[in-house]
């Protein structure tokens, strides 16, 4: 069936470090793949999505690059603030159904 | 506008307690959603509403009833939980409940079964 492998976490990174999270997919037909981000006590935010392949996805200095030949979507960021401390979580939309990661925790150090 | 709310955003209820949540949502979509979510781990699909009918039941037991009145109202009806129904509820939305479609989350309402 359809899945997402992640990265396990936690992460722990000096600000202004770069940022990579592992995300593989593997899926039977040509699904939508997301980012979404939960902050301490929330919901989960939409991050950024990419809905084929080649497709780069990108919002507020995060990048991930839709990749069919390695089934990757991994989770870039050039210079993490201490903001960005949340869970992390990769998703994989087939059918009507929402494929989760396991989640990756980053922690940003001043 | 890309928001789902819902209340409570915390509730406490012992087993014997009825109690509802509540999630809303004015973009117009027509697929709903009922997340699970204990603490580290990544949300569980219970529900799934199409167009005001239910269409995906995660086996989730009978004490969690989903209810749909209109496109932009979900409610879950809570009774005779047990303490290991503690967790965070999400709510999310999408357009259709096709494939691609982005779900969108609401703040969730963390329940506490006593």
């Known amino acids: 069936g359809d899945s997402v492998t992640q990265m396990e976490g936690p992460v722990t990174l000096s600000e202004e470090a770069f940022l990579t999270i592992n995300c593989t997919y593997t899926?039977?037909?040509?699904?939508?793949l997301f980012w979404y981000v939960q902050y301490p006590g929330e919901g989960l935010q939409l991050l950024l999505k990419?809905?084929?392949?080649?497709d780069k996805g990108s919002n507020k200095g995060f990048e991930a690059t839709y990749r069919k030949e390695t089934t990757s979507f991994h989770l870039e960021k050039g210079s993490v603030q201490v903001s960005d401390s949340a869970v992390y979580f990769c998703?994989?939309?087939?059918?009507?159904?929402?494929?989760f990661g396991t989640g990756t925790s980053l922690t940003v150090i001043p | 506008d890309t928001e789902v709310t819902q209340t409570p955003k915390h509730l406490v209820m012992g087993m014997t307690n009825k109690k509802s949540l509540k999630c809303e949502q004015h973009?117009?979509?027509?697929?709903m959603y009922w997340y699970k979510q204990k603490a580290k781990k990544p949300p569980e699909l219970m529900f799934v509403?199409?167009?005001?009918?239910?269409?995906i039941n995660e086996s989730v037991p009978s004490r969690f009833s989903p209810e749909c009145p209109n496109s932009s109202l979900l409610n879950l009806h809570l009774h005779a939980l047990q303490p290991e129904d503690s967790a965070l509820y999400l709510c999310?939305?999408?357009?259709?409940?096709?494939?691609?479609?982005?779900?969108?989350f609401g703040p969730g309402t963390r329940l506490t079964v006593l």
């Open positions: 999310a939305s999408s357009q259709v409940g096709l494939a691609g479609d982005t779900q969108y």
């Open positions: 990419a809905t084929k392949a080649d």
């Open positions: 973009m117009g979509h027509r697929a």
């Open positions: 998703a994989l939309s087939s059918g009507n159904q929402f494929y």
């Open positions: 509403y199409s167009y005001e009918k239910l269409s």
């Open positions: 899926a039977t037909g040509y699904p939508s």
